[in-house]
T-cell receptor, first 114, second 113 residues
Framework: AQSVTQLDSQVPVFEEAPVELRCNYS??????LFWYVQYPNQGLQLLLK??????LVKGINGFEAEFNKSQTSFHLRKPSVHISDTAEYFCAVSEGDSSYKLIFGSGTRLLVRP | KAGVTQTPRYLIKTRGQQVTLSCSPI?????VSWYQQTPGQGLQFLFEYFSETQRNKGNFPGRFSGRQFSNSRSEMNVSTLELGDSALYLC????????????FGQGTRLTVV
């Protein structure tokens, strides 16, 4: 069965510092990988996705992530965060061509301090 | 292009009642999925519809049901509400048969008292 692990429930960081949010997954088949962001009282907004091809994917708002198949990881990074990046971030996986079902991690709250 | 619209945004119901939530997908999108978000269980998949057919179903009791209409709008129904059904219910739509990108609505916040 698929699963997604986000080890860090909260990541505090100072404004303009770099950040990495970790995501590991387990699956016996090929997967698609996603990062979503959720602001308070809002739905989910797609930051970036990995479907195939280049393992380094760039998304919106300066975020990027790297797919590492051997380590089954898909960590999210940003070189310099802003106060406005404070939000909940979710990593998700789906089983490629066979399923529309998204399996989400438990989320990481990014708290950017001035 | 309008996004995914969920109505109502907020709802308060009493235990034992039933509730119907509505989701209008992005124009042209034929796939609609529903998720439940709670502090304890996180984001959990409820079900997914494509062209009026349920293709996938999550591990929820039969009190949770859904349907999709010919215009791709979807509704989910929860009968005999329990306190534990209090959650943010999110709807997502996609324009493809496989999940390459899902667009989420703002959700319906259901509170059961």
């Amino acid at each position: 069965a698929q699963s997604v692990t986000q080890l860090d429930s909260q990541v505090p960081v100072f404004e303009e510092a770099p950040v990495e949010l970790r995501c590991n997954y387990s699956s016996s088949v090929s997967v698609y990988l996603f990062w979503y962001v959720q602001y308070p009282n809002q739905g989910l907004q797609l930051l970036l996705k990995y479907l195939s091809g280049s393992t380094l994917v760039k998304g919106i708002n300066g975020f990027e992530a790297e797919f590492n198949k051997s380590q089954t990881s898909f960590h999210l990074r940003k070189p310099s965060v802003h106060i406005s990046d404070t939000a909940e971030y979710f990593c998700a996986v789906s089983e490629g061509d066979s399923s529309y079902k998204l399996i989400f991690g438990s989320g990481t709250r990014l708290l950017v301090r001035p | 292009k309008a996004g995914v619209t969920q109505t109502p945004r907020y709802l308060i119901k009493t235990r034992g009642q039933q509730v119907t939530l509505s989701c209008s997908p992005i124009s042209g999108h034929r796939s609609v999925s529903w998720y439940q978000q709670t502090p304890g269980q996180g984001l959990q998949f409820l079900f997914e519809y494509f062209s009026e057919t349920q293709r996938n179903k999550g591990n929820f009791p039969g009190r949770f049901s859904g349907r999709q209409f010919s215009n791709s709008r979807s509704e989910m129904n929860v009968s005999t509400l329990e306190l534990g059904d209090s959650a943010l219910y999110l709807c997502a739509s996609s324009n493809s048969r496989v999940n390459t990108e899902a667009f989420f609505g703002q959700g319906t916040r259901l509170t059961v008292v």
